[in-house]
């Protein structure tokens, strides 16, 4: 059976509503005399594990089972029915051609349209999306405003917080957090838009106020065929049947791009040209915090962060003009994002009174690494050494890349585990290391054990140089096939820092 067309804009449905509503929803053949059909449902779930009692489970097919296997688990645990391309065991199922397209608009007709309620602020781009999604957050509050926060980091609303599990939640667990929002007082979100997550439709059934992207550069080839393709996810997010607004940075040739084809109201940002509608000059990024001057919609503004880096400029030019486009009174959402201390493992200062600097940041791609480099050379006479890996199960081509330019940009790189997954961390670790070896410029160490390589490079480490521990960010475990283990990477730095402080010898 086909699925009928969707969109944002169906009208609300009654508070309470039953299988039988969801059959009309559809457009499938379901008898209202049944029984069953005038069972009320309470959500909808995509996990069997977790579904909760008068939920309907989405059984979708995956990459190494399909949903519908879990199905009979579903309905012992309280499932009325599941949504499906083929007929669950034990769940009286509506038979849909592709349920994943289905489902976010779907949660979004169960969960009462949320995102109708709330004025939501998606980032996309290759980088940059936690932090201005954080700072977004942060302006958001201090312009007195009830948020909530869905990143790759956490997800943060007027009812409490917990770690995020992906960088976009999928469809239903979306619309649940989002309506969980709305009904716990927020007016609006900061919400971090993966490519996958558009290309998978998980934001479908979502309407965004304001779209912002930051940049573009070579990430997730594994996934998508090429830069075109990913660049074509990206662009889904500025559609206009689901955004309203585009915020767009216009540093590289994508931003340019999509600021061209874009077919909703726009407005640019940039740290290059005068010529965007927003736009910083007397840019300063020191290891103390990150200054400069904003400019734009009839406004200038001194700004002082906290955060680390001048790449932070860009990611605090976006929020400035999302919230402008939202009408929030910029000099209180400055205010706010002045107050932000950090973003979880983006160029997070790990301080144990060592002589020297020392950093965790999530720079996992070659674009991360231009944008991170020069701002971490501009801190030191000395020497830069950077723990790098490569994580398993993502685009191989771009294992030697990270080897090349870190060891283009840095004097010592030792190269470790992240997470490899399924792949072999031997075969990771070496391809990176080939890399790091034909920049012919660096000292390179290979250490396997993450821990092992964060202690080598503090021993390194002399007063004055500046230690970065890359890849990861705040990822709180490392994955060995089926073996996850709790490793984070500033707690580790904290721990290998206090050791050698200990073991100093004391000052004269």
Known sequence: MTSPPWSVDDPRPPKTRGLSDLAAHLGVPWSSTDPVGE??????????????????????????????VFALEAAARGAVAAISDRLCAALPTFVVDDPRRVLGP???????????????????????????????SAGLRGAGIETGLISGVTVHGPSGAHPAVRTTPEACELQRTLADFHATGASAVALEVSSHALALHRTDGTRFRVGVFTNLGPDHLDFHDDLEGYYSAKAKLFSPERCEYAVIGVDDDYGRRLAAEVDIPHCTYSTQSTAADFYADHIEADEHGTAFV?????????????????????NTLGAIAALSAAGIDLDAAIAGM?????????????????????????????????????????????????????????DPGKRRPLGWTAATFADTVVITDESPFS???????????????AADHAEVVLEPTRADAIAMAVALAQPGDVLVVAGRGHDPVQTYGATTLAFDDRTELRHALNRATADAPPHR
């Not at 998606?122 to 999604?133: D, E, I, L, Q, W």
């Not at 904003?294 to 700004?303: L, P």
């Open 294 to 314: 904003v400019h734009g919609a009839d406004h200038s503004a001194a700004v002082r962060l906290d955060l680390l880096g001048r790449h932070q400029v860009d």
């Open 39 to 68: 069972t009320s449902i309470t959500g909808i779930s995509q996990d069997s594990r977790t579904v909760g009692p008068g939920e309907v489970y989405a059984a979708l097919p995956g990459s190494n089972h399909h949903g519908a």
């Open 338 to 394: 002045e107050s932000l201390e950090c973003v979880p493992g983006r160029m997070q200062r790990i301080g144990a009174g060592q002589p020297f600097l020392a950093f965790v940041d999530y720079m996992h791609n070659i674009s991360g690494q231009q944008r991170q480099f020069p701002y971490l050379r501009s801190l030191t006479n000395g020497k830069i050494i950077v723990v790098i890996g490569a994580t398993g199960e993502r």
């Open 106 to 136: 779907l949660a979004s007709w169960i969960y009462g349209h949320p995102s109708h309620d709330l004025d939501v602020f998606g980032v996309t781009g290759t980088n940059g999306k936690t932090s201005t999604a954080y700072l977004l």
């Open 423 to 437: 792949d072999d961390p031997a075969r990771l670790r070496d391809d990176v290391a080939a890399g790091a070896y």
